[in-house]
């Protein structure tokens, strides 16, 4: 019989409970760990000979006191918006800024980008802001403001050498996370995106636990045309319906090249199943736009600069453009209010 993995269906992590506050631990959590904050704590099967067994089951299982900080501290954001993608590769980061450069390009808004991809940050070179190091006031941590409408904020100004490894367990990444989004002094924004590492990890589930009360607005997703991405949105698409997180929907990136000289279109990645477009369309899901590849994108953001106000015209850009249109619209904006004029 081939083995299989219900024996660990005890120690799923358990995304409608409430979160409570983490006890202090005196080992670090096993693999199998159900999770100190979770209810099952210390009394799961799976805890059994665990050193933090008796601290686990005996620490008080009330709500987690920072939620509502975190609650107060983005109230003043109208829309939070998630980035996710299944596997990483697919452009989510590029996108993220594109984004946020896309929503600040309307000089009405002020935009926040916070990127909580722990282990490989990359939005502060995309940005142009990589050897910036964050302001702390009595009112909490600064962003750093790329321009005058849009601020980012990312682990890698906390590093001491851009070029250190972050090794961390996920305890203290949730705890990263968590600082990230109680301490960092936002004050009104109109949109925040949240860049997040690929796949349906620790980071997502701190962001989404934490956020729950504060509300997000939904999530984007981003895939490139074939199956191979297009499978692990899939579980992406399972995660956000098991997390009670609305999808704005998905992005197809890297739909295609359009050379810049000659302007000849070609498919790279070509889309065997039909790719985002139909998998939308088979989920009842929004299609919020098919990006083109252009190199030029990626010298924009080794270069930290906007490739949409640069290249706004391009096919590439007008398509990006498109999709901030189509995720306002799917916030239920205004499509003139996002981007008055396009
Ligand atoms: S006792 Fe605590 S740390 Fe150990 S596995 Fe259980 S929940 Fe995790």
């Avoid at 920072?66 to 993608?85: A, C, M, Q, Y």
């Avoid at 250190?164 to 936002?186: M, S």
């Avoid at 590492?197 to 589930?205: A, F, N, V, Y």
């Avoid at 098919?290 to 010298?299: E, M, Q, T």
Wanted: with cysteine; hydrophobic share 40%.
């Amino acid at each position: 019989m081939a083995p299989t993995l219900e024996a660990e269906a005890s120690t799923q992590v358990d995304l409608d409970a409430p979160l409570h506050a983490a006890p202090k631990l005196v080992a670090p959590e096993p693999e199998h760990c159900p999770g100190p904050e979770s209810k099952q704590a210390g009394l799961n099967p799976a805890c059994a000979g665990c050193p933090n067994q008796t601290i686990c089951a005996t620490a008080p299982k009330g709500p987690d006191p920072d939620i509502p900080l975190i609650t107060s501290r983005l109230s003043g954001v109208r829309h939070k918006i998630l980035v996710l993608s299944g596997k990483g590769g697919v452009g989510k980061s590029t996108f993220s800024s594109a984004l946020a450069w896309g929503f600040a390009s309307n000089p009405d808004h002020v935009v926040g980008l916070m990127d909580t991809d722990i282990c490989g940050p990359s939005i502060p070179k995309m940005m142009g802001v990589e050897d910036e190091t964050i302001h702390v006031s009595g009112e909490g941590w600064s962003p750093v403001w790329v321009a005058e409408n849009l601020g980012v904020m990312s682990v890698q100004f906390m590093l001491p050498n851009r070029d250190d490894a972050v090794i961390w367990r996920g305890p203290k990444k949730n705890g990263l996370i968590k600082k990230f989004l109680k301490d960092v002094e936002w004050g009104d924004l109109d949109f925040l995106v949240v860049d997040t590492p690929p796949g349906t990890s620790d980071e997502h589930l701190s962001v989404t636990s934490f956020l729950k009360e504060a509300g997000v607005s939904g999530a984007v997703l981003v895939s490139t045309p074939q199956e191979v991405s297009l499978l692990d949105v899939r579980k992406e698409l399972d995660f956000c319906r098991k997390a009670g997180l609305r999808v704005l929907g998905i992005v197809e990136n890297m739909s295609g090249f359009v050379c810049p000289n000659c302007k000849h279109q070609s498919q790279i990645f070509r889309a065997t199943t039909g790719g985002a477009r139909k998998l939308a369309k088979e989920e009842g899901i929004p299609f919020l736009g098919a990006v083109p590849l252009d190199p030029r994108i990626g010298k924009s953001c080794d270069y930290g600069e906007s490739f949409l106000e640069q290249f706004g015209d391009t096919p590439t850009g007008q398509a990006l453009m498109g999709v901030v249109q189509a995720v306002g619209r799917e916030l239920g904006l205004d499509v003139e209010e996002v981007l008055p004029g396009n």
